[in-house]
């Protein structure tokens, strides 16, 4: 057992752990940049993702660099934090170790006084996890690599195909949850198959895909003022996409999905499924709820105190997707990444001595929005609503200013223009040789 | 079997199949555009790959987009061309049909008046396959990838190792084959472990990476000018890389490369190894020759008439890498697309009805360029020669004019300026977790 938390300019000072590199962790790391402490950073990806844009990178807008830029070049300028790309397999909450595989499977062992634990979550399928197979979600750069190439593949598999039912099954479509991701993976599906790809194919009319978006609620993005669901939900069926509500999925393999609706059972043969329904914490919180003996809620989550420090673990606070409050806080960036910098400086001030108990973490709720297809989206602003094209303006200026990098930023903006303007380009579209396979593998599996 | 040739639309015009999107392919299919025939063009990636910038993917400069468009896209306003995502595994000259399978396993037969292969090369190890392992080469988009995920990887590995011989193997690279590809990618892993990376690690200093660039030719770039390969070998030893000419690779594992030159036999421990050295023919050519009764050369060439025909087969022509012409053409994008027109136009002649034979394919030597680092280069453009900043500004210049589509010009453009200016900036730099798995593998094959 090797310690690479003691090497020698790493001696007395306080260490801080901070575990995944997301909105969370990123924000505890660069609250503590001007510290007396020495933070680790730790990540099993080498950079921070931009989730809110994952779906651009599924359906070709983006390369996944834009998006994902190196998690130590993130934190370069900070000379007390270093950056393992490793994953966490275990936290021994009394002797205050973490201890993490790295891509080598050599173990690293990093003690800590204080550990900052920001996993986030993953897609959960309320007890149907066969169907990942069907039906893949949108966390990771490889899942929107991998839903590129299916939604992408779909198309070319279209093209060929020799029975009309087979080349239906390929052109239709099924989102499953209507949230933002749900919606705005939705109308970008909807652009794809209307104004990008038609001139493209020469057997099959791409502007005859289905399209269909369902979810359990009574209406398109639950949370959002009813107002907005009502544009959305009028936006989208202009385009094109059937919007069944008041739906659960019930059932689904390689070729169809069945559903269950206001007009009853209904078995819809679709090669392409994307799940965008339902998230469940990172198994890290059941990890430390199991260490402190208490249980997590419904979605996983671990509980954490007003401070976000863990009830019966000296030291260890959780933020982000992974943990539920009292005040019951949606699943969004703005919350880990505020309770990333309320948790990095609670320890930035424990470790200058001060001991005083902390105002309970608040959220600033500053909004939220979601696209519709190109040129429209809807934006609560704290009470003010916003619609269309305006609104999308808003979406645009609030995206590109949260990622990292100008030459991101501009690397992004780039890309929409040339998405907009530009005979709608969609100019990232490799199909990989792996992901065409995994197509064939999707339809071997039938 | 059924014959998607037979579309309505598609009934007794002459129908041409181009098996190949490559730089050969493409410049069929474009000569084409206006002539009175069906064209299917088949490609087993959706991809149209500029290989020469891969290694600017393997090094995070380009994002994989810019430098591979989709095929599709980029014969789209061509009504008289499809594109078919699928691989050929057959060509049945008597019949004059072509089958090829579809991601889903699913056999596509198309028959053809005419047909142009120019299925490229892939790499040779010359009698050591199981190198492939140890010592990955540079052909596809999948490829770079792999190599940027093994090259950044392998930093990783080492700010994590806790033995310094381990560490050091993490920071050896060998490239074997100093032609361009292995010159460029060579400078380019100097500028990564010299200026780009130094400040993101804490425990390494990665400024002490050994770069080590061999060939068995006692210069580096062979085919150019003496005084072109002096400038080379200075600027690179400038830059801190050890150059090895007369130098072979013997043997190789996970951990380290046996090299034989002037000073004997020397193993060298080291985790990275690239392979720049050989090309064999697409195995199309040894296809075809057999079909022929005819033998491919050492390279698995195909030998064509000088109209580029093939020999014993009627309407079949082949193009680019995989072909041999008595004139002993090098392998580079140039002679494919020359030849690519020149075929494209000769059908386009014949579906006419000119029967003519044409004056055999004369190959223009526009010159030879090959990048060292940033802001150097080599160029040779009809006998004249360049190097420095000069020649790098004329590289960029006819790479850029070169790509396909004003975004992807401006796109790498826009990556090229951020790379020189702005810190050095590399930014696209994921490690895939496939990638790191493959870093673990290779950890493991040891």
Redesign the interface.
């Known amino acids: 057992m090797?310690s690479?938390g003691d090497?020698p300019?790493r001696g007395d000072r306080t260490k801080v752990v901070v575990v995944g590199g997301g909105f969370g962790g990123v924000r505890v790391a660069k609250a503590l940049a001007h510290a007396d402490v020495d933070v680790t950073l730790v990540d099993?990806?080498?950079?921070h993702l931009f989730q809110p844009l994952l779906y651009q990178v599924a359906t070709?807008i983006l390369?996944?660099?834009?998006i994902?830029?190196?998690l130590?070049?993130v934190v370069?300028?900070q000379s007390n934090t270093?950056?393992?790309?490793?994953e966490v397999f275990d936290i021994d909450l009394q002797a205050k170790v973490v201890h993490a595989l790295?891509?080598?499977?050599?173990r690293?062992d990093l003690p800590y006084d204080y550990l900052v634990v920001a996993g986030g979550a993953t897609h959960a399928y309320f007890g149907h996890d066969e169907w990942s197979h069907f039906a893949p979600g949108m966390k990771?750069?490889?899942d929107a690599r991998m839903l590129r190439s299916q939604i992408?593949?779909a198309y070319?598999?279209a093209?060929?195909?020799?029975d009309e039912k087979e080349r239906d099954a390929y052109l239709t479509f099924v989102v499953v949850g209507a949230g933002p991701t749900g919606v705005e993976l939705t109308g970008q599906l909807a652009e794809l198959a209307r104004y990008v790809l038609p001139?493209?194919?020469?057997?099959i009319d791409t502007r005859s895909a289905r399209i269909i978006l369902l979810d359990a609620a009574p209406s398109v993005l639950p949370p959002f003022a009813p107002k907005l669901q009502q544009y959305t939900q009028h936006r989208l069926e202009k385009m094109g996409v059937e919007i069944r509500l008041n739906t659960l999925a019930t059932d689904m393999d390689a070729d169809s999905i069945t559903v269950k609706g206001p007009e009853g059972v209904d078995t819809i043969t679709a090669r392409t499924k994307i799940w965008a329904a339902g998230v469940q914490a990172s198994p890290l919180a059941a990890m430390l709820a199991k260490a402190t003996g208490t249980e997590t809620d419904r979605a996983g989550r671990l509980a954490v105190d007003p401070d976000c420090s863990l009830p019966g673990a000296e030291g260890v606070y959780a933020i982000g997707d992974m943990v539920s409050t009292v005040d019951r806080l949606p699943g969004v960036a703005q919350v880990a990444m505020q309770q990333g910098t309320y948790v990095g400086r609670l320890i930035a001030n424990r470790a200058k001595g001060d001991d005083t108990t902390p105002a309970p973490f608040h959220y600033f709720d500053k909004g939220s929005m979601a696209t519709i297809g190109a040129r429209q989206a809807v934006a609560d602003v704290r009470g003010v609503k916003f619609t269309g094209y305006l609104a999308y303006l808003l979406w645009c200026y609030v995206h590109v200013m949260f990622l990292i990098?100008?030459?991101?930023r501009?690397?992004t903006l780039?890309?929409w223009v040339?998405s907009l303007r530009?005979a709608r380009?969609r100019?990232?579209?490799?199909?990989?040789?792996?992901g065409?396979?995994a197509?064939?593998r999707h339809?071997?599996a039938a």
């Open positions: 090797s690479i090497t300019a099993r990806t080498n950079h070709g390369s996944p660099g834009l994902a830029p190196a130590r070049r370069k300028k270093r950056t393992l790309l490793a790295a891509p080598n499977e050599q690293l990771s750069i490889e992408l593949g070319e598999l093209e060929v195909a020799t001139k493209e194919y020469r057997t990098g100008w030459g991101n501009l690397g780039f890309n040339r530009y380009h100019g990232h579209r490799l199909i990989s040789m792996t065409a396979q197509v064939a339809h071997e």
